[in-house]
């Protein structure tokens, strides 16, 4: 298999992968701390999202630490194909609960104002929130595409 930057146990993936843990605690930090974030359920189902990929990100990154100071290869084709499948996986769920947390946030600030009129409502969290959420699923895009092409090159 070829070393592609980026991949499982090197230093860059071990980076993509804190990257991701950072920008989805940072994501559930901002949903938690704003005001009557659970009762819409796009903003819970955005949080279940992110904290599953907060978790498989963590594993990933210890299994990625593992293998740089043990100098392990995780780059079989295996391990690989389960890397791909967790990736996709857990990049659809957080594309869907990014877009429609997404919805639910420029309904209330665009089309109903509710940001205007009501003081309660933490509109800039809510956005920060699922800003941040998007910038994950760049990140386990970027992941999932290049543990894809290197199962690919097997």
């Known amino acids: 298999m070829k070393k592609i930057f980026g991949g499982p146990g090197t230093v860059c993936g071990l980076l993509l992968r804190i990257g991701q843990c950072a ?75 990014a877009c429609s947390s997404a919805g639910v946030v420029v309904l209330y600030a665009k089309d109903l104002k509710y940001c205007d009129v009501n003081a309660q409502l933490s509109c800039l969290r809510y956005e920060v929130a699922v800003a941040l959420s998007f910038v994950t699923w760049v990140q386990i895009a970027l992941s999932s595409h290049v543990t894809f092409w290197i199962l690919a090159s097997v």
């Open 23 to 97: 920008s989805s605690a940072a994501s559930i930090g901002f949903m938690v701390s704003a005001t009557d974030f659970s009762g819409r359920t796009a903003f819970c189902y955005l949080i279940a999202s992110m904290g599953l990929q907060l978790l498989w990100s963590f594993a990933l990154a210890c299994l990625d630490v593992y293998a740089l100071r043990t100098k392990k290869d995780l780059q079989n084709p295996i391990l690989v194909s389960l890397f791909v499948v967790g990736d996709w996986v857990t990049a659809m769920l957080s594309l869907a609960a």
